[in-house]
């Protein structure tokens, strides 16, 4: 495809149960970042993934989020017995990394609603 | 501490009216972006820049590295252009993640 995709569009679970969030980047880009938004509030970055290198994981809120990236494809986050306060729509975005900073092009997001 | 923050938080305006959001930064960033963000939660980028001024049909966008500002401004604006804007950067000493400003709701009443 053209664009980052994300998959599934809509989320909604119980407290407790686990989910996991997939996010497809655009072919080619290296770097990949995943966001949330909760309700009335701005983005968060979470973890940031480039090439073969260790990921970013300073803004997981807690350890019951993960992520993981398949080489430079997809990546999938992983958010473990979900809190309401987990319900929050999850970016994903990615971008070309050649040793500075490239644009980022954001996926359509997840809205995650958590019961 | 890297810091973004946009003003006003919420801008009703009427069709036609010339609109200025403005969005300022703490220390030197690599790059500013103005994004776009609709009630369904989709992100649009608007305009990327590191200096100077960049159009795009009604929308322009400016910045200023030494005072640490930009502005993006609509020009004609309309009903469609509802929605929330949101300036974010790239700090220079980040891993070029994006800070976020906190968003301007903006409405454009017919």
């Known amino acids: 495809g053209a664009g980052v995709s994300q998959s599934p569009s809509n989320k909604v679970t119980e407290k407790g149960k686990d989910v996991e969030l997939r996010c497809d980047p655009i072919s080619g880009h290296t770097a990949l970042y995943w966001y949330r938004q909760r309700l009335g509030q701005g983005l968060e970055f979470l973890i940031y993934f480039q090439g073969n290198s260790a990921p970013d994981k300073s803004g997981l809120p807690s350890d019951r989020f993960s992520a993981e990236r398949t080489g430079e494809s997809v990546s999938t986050l992983t958010i473990q017995r979900t809190q309401q306060e987990d319900s929050a729509v999850y970016l994903c975005?990615?971008?070309?990394?050649?040793?500075?900073?490239?644009?980022?092009?954001f996926g359509p997001g997840t809205r995650l609603t958590v019961l | 501490k890297n810091e973004v923050e946009q003003s006003p938080q919420n801008l009703t305006a009427q069709e036609g009216e010339f609109i200025t959001i403005n969005c300022s930064y703490s220390v030197g960033i690599s790059a500013l972006h103005w994004l776009q963000q609709h009630p369904g939660g989709g992100i649009v980028s608007l305009f990327m820049?590191?200096?100077?001024?960049k159009k795009h049909g009604r929308l322009i966008a400016t910045i200023n590295i030494q005072e640490k500002h930009s502005s993006l401004h609509i020009t004609a604006s309309h009903p469609r252009d509802s929605a929330v804007y949101i300036c974010a950067v790239v700090f220079m000493d980040s891993n070029y993640q994006l800070i976020w400003g906190a968003g301007t709701k903006l409405i454009i009443k017919p």
């Open positions: 975005a990615s971008s070309v990394r050649s040793g500075s900073y490239n644009e980022q092009f």
């Open positions: 820049l590191s200096s100077g001024k």
